[in-house]
């Protein structure tokens, strides 16, 4: 009887052991199985990022108080901003750039109880390009550009009354122009050359677009065409007698340059040369914009901006004149950008 439980206890201590002999051996396989699992997943290649996006946002401000002050003048407040959003996507041979310029600025001056603009842009582009091979500088594109403002802007006159109020002001106020009143659209294709990474000229052979005037009484300065209806029409011809828009196909041709002088001076120019095929080719649109900025400190900076059109349909006091003006602010930037991983 002894030797049967003796027998017994020996059986179950060995079945005991080999179960967790058993138990061990399956962890261990389990464990070095996370671990090599684990190991793959380290040595895998990151997922590509395609993508480079940034953002920039400058505000400037003056401001000038008189007291007392025996050579006149007038106390003025002035306020500008801006931003700069750029979103561009890169994979093998073809490219997706898009960038976003918004710019509004305004000033207050006693001589008038009326806020008045000195800067209001809304400028979108966008362009998807594919280089012929890939150490080439040459690369077929396609583009869109769109460019109007925000808000109205007006010509002060002279109300003739004294202590002019602003419901006097506005009331000699001459409309100028105002959102989508113009506002221009193009869609172009052609090649773009870049011999250098800071310089890319683009020529566009098909380039089509709509110019656009909202308000009625802005299309005859802006070179609308009269309705169908209203050609040959001898009798006083009003604002809703014109086309809201015009369409244009022609050619044109852009270039670009961006450059660092150093790190605190950095510059950047775009000239734009557009012939409408249908109308005056020989006498192009021109658009041409600078932007130069004096890097003080981190966030702070001086930039000078300018902007020179001429447009041969934009009618100026009754003739056709070259547009120019001129920005010279003291801005605090803040720029945004994605972390690299």
Do not use: C
């Not at 050619?251 to 775009?270: C, H, P, Q, W, Y």
Request: glycine letters at 6%; aromatic letters at 16%.
């Amino acid at each position: 009887m002894k030797k049967r439980l003796i027998a017994a206890v020996s059986l179950l201590l060995a079945a005991g052991v080999f179960s967790f002999a058993q138990s061990v051996q399956d962890a261990a396989a389990k464990a070095a199985e996370a671990l090599a699992q684990t190991q793959e997943e380290q040595e895998a290649p990151a997922k590509p990022n395609y993508w480079t996006k940034s953002l920039k946002f400058d505000l400037g401000f003056t401001n000038t108080i008189l007291t007392n002050w025996a050579a006149g003048g007038y106390n003025q407040t002035a306020a500008a901003t801006s931003l700069d959003g750029n979103a561009n996507y890169k994979k093998g041979l073809s490219y997706w750039n898009n960038r976003l310029q918004l710019d509004y600025g305004f000033f207050y001056a006693d001589d008038k109880p009326v806020l008045q603009k000195n800067k209001d842009r809304i400028l979108f582009d966008s362009k998807w390009g594919f280089k012929t091979s890939e150490n080439s500088k040459w690369s077929y594109t396609a583009a869109f550009n769109f460019l109007s403002q925000f808000t109205d802007t007006h010509k002060f006159l002279n109300p003739g009354v004294e202590d002019p109020t602003f419901d006097d002001w506005m009331a000699k106020a001459i409309l100028q122009s105002g959102f989508l009143s113009p506002a221009y659209t193009t869609l172009s294709l052609g090649v773009d050359w870049t011999p250098k990474p800071w310089f890319t000229v683009s020529f566009s052979p098909l380039t089509g677009g709509f110019t656009i005037v909202r308000r009625e009484e802005l299309r005859k300065t802006y070179g609308m065409e009269l309705k169908p209806d209203y050609e040959g029409y001898s009798g006083e011809i009003l604002g809703s007698m014109y086309m809201p828009y015009r369409f244009q196909l022609g050619a044109r041709l852009a270039m670009n340059a961006k450059f660092n002088i150093n790190d605190v001076f950095t510059g950047e120019t775009s000239l734009i040369l557009f012939s409408d095929y249908l109308h005056r080719p020989q006498e192009p649109r021109v658009n041409w914009d600078n932007k130069f900025t004096w890097q003080l400190a981190k966030h702070f900076g001086i930039a000078l901006q300018t902007w020179l059109i001429y447009d041969p349909n934009v009618l100026i006091d009754g003739t056709k004149k070259v547009q120019f003006k001129e920005f010279l602010t003291l801005n605090f930037s803040y720029l945004l950008e994605p972390r690299k991983k």
